[in-house]
């Protein structure tokens, strides 16, 4: 019995094909399709329902993924313990949010190619809520998103913190003195809804002081939120540091407003039967880079970390 013969059993009872097994192995459907049936000769039994159109299990089938699982997962960890960190290989997807892409998920790249040059990276720009679903479904590894989905079948760790601000185009809310909160909420407010563990924080935050907003628009995307705080369309909460420069540029102009907003903690998360010392890793480095403060941030070398 082979790993090989067990990651092509693995997959295809993980993804629901011989296709898409081979494409995940980046083999070919035959090469996958010998490896399983060395692995039912070996055991001289069927590994698979070969009378269903899907790649469905049979009872021994069910029986031998279990073991897969089991001895897959204790092979990794033995290659990421003994091993040189240059010679693990393995993919990694994580999940970040559009923010941490537009600041500095070019920096950790850059800092896991350095010390993990064979670990293959598919990184998923989605909002949180989609991060912790893929997640939990397995089709993630490791996510960087706001603290605000607490879950006892995942494990999380502080890594940073972003500061935020009510902005809007100068000229559509005096600036010149604080408001009170209640006195914004009259005006039209952009908002990143539930989907956004951003959005979702600074809702409860919102209700826990008694505002409740006469005029929202739920903006998704925070590119679009920030185009659409720009053309005048209402207020916003916008990350303070990173869009100085649009404020310095005349683009945004900040509101004080009291009480201030507060921060908002973003952690990594894994599910935690998949803590491994690779993924641990990883959250260091991620502590190491993780800066909200500059778009757009140059991949950096490890002199550059923080």
Known sequence: MTFKQLEALYWIARLGGFAQAANQLHTSQSAVSKRVHELEALFDTELFD????????????????????????QRDAAVEQFGKPGVVERRLRIGVTELTAMTWLPRLVR??????PKVILEPDVDDSLQLRDKLLADELDLVFLPDS????RMASKAIGEVKSAWMCKPGVVPTDAPLRLHELARQRMLVQGGNSGTGRAYDAWMKEQGVQPADTIVVSNLIALVGLTVSGLGVSYLPRECLRPMVAAGMLAEIEVAPALPVVRYVAMHKGEHRSALTSSIVMLAQSCCDFTRMFQAQADDTTTR
């Open 50 to 73: 070969r009378s269903q159109r899907s790649a469905r299990l049979t009872e021994k089938g069910e029986e031998m993924y279990v073991l897969a699982q089991k001895l897959l997962a």
């Open 111 to 116: 800092l896991i190619q350095q010390h993990y």
């Open 149 to 152: 989905f607490a879950d006892a």
